[in-house]
């Protein structure tokens, strides 16, 4: 079946334009995760949904960032006024349970530059 | 000290051999855990969930040793294909579906 996907792949921006990155989850996956990944690093978690509500953001940065899931299956990340340093790799995750663990599957994602 | 620690390595290792990776967990209420894969540029791929019996996927077995808060990942018959980063998981609070992901540990498997 259909994977998750993200789109744009790609995305430059100026700095201190919005941008608006996009996920489509695994029909029928009711968690959905975005993370950030930087060079060298693992991806960092930013968000999760349960249905269509913010279970836990507490690893959105700052003001800036925001999602919606409004739905509860397609998911946008919004920033605003973006900044040179919010330039990574924006992962989308959805995830399904097996044997009572929540094993999630990653979306290939939309790597941001702000210039 | 970090939530999720790994080697970040590299390791080299040559083609038949065994390697094995620890990834030390900060939280011992932690509940999940698990091993992914990430190829350069791709995103992770799930490897395998770590039971707290320990499991084994062909020449992949994981480890969850609760006493020392440590998860390994042992890879027998090293093949040129495993060559990559894997990066461990941990959900250190019970009852949210909040991850943490460690650094990776990058192994090199030389013909």
């Known amino acids: ?115 | 000290r970090k939530e999720v620690e790994q080697d970040p390595g590299p390791f080299n290792v040559p083609e038949g051999a065994t390697v094995a990776f620890n990834c030390t967990y900060s939280n011992s209420a932690s509940q999940s855990f698990f091993w992914y894969r990430q190829d350069c540029r791709k995103e992770p791929k799930l490897l395998m969930s770590v039971y707290s019996s320990g499991n084994e996927d062909g020449r992949f077995t994981a480890q969850l040793n609760r006493a020392s808060q440590y998860i390994s990942l042992l890879i027998r018959d090293s093949k040129l294909s495993d060559s990559a980063t894997y990066l461990c998981v941990v959900n250190p609070v019970s009852g949210t579906y909040k991850y943490i992901f460690g650094t990776g540990t990058r192994l090199k498997v030389l013909a």
Not at chain 1, 6 to 28: A, F, H, M, W
Not at chain 1, 78 to 94: F, N
Request: proline share 5%; net charge neutral.
């Open chain 1, 1 to 115: 079946g259909a994977g998750v996907s993200q789109t744009p792949s790609n995305k430059v921006t100026e700095k201190g334009k919005y941008v608006e990155l996009r996920c489509d989850p695994i029909s029928g996956h009711t968690a959905l995760y975005w993370y950030r990944q930087s060079l060298g690093q693992g991806p960092e978690f930013l968000i999760y949904f349960q249905g269509t509500g913010a279970a836990d953001d507490s690893g959105l940065p700052n003001d800036r960032f925001f999602a919606v899931r409004p739905e509860g299956s397609v998911s946008t990340l919004k920033i605003q006024r973006t900044e040179r340093g919010d330039s990574a790799m924006y992962l989308c995750a959805s995830s399904l349970e097996v044997a009572g663990l929540y094993e999630q599957y990653f979306g290939p994602g939309t790597r941001l530059t702000v210039t």
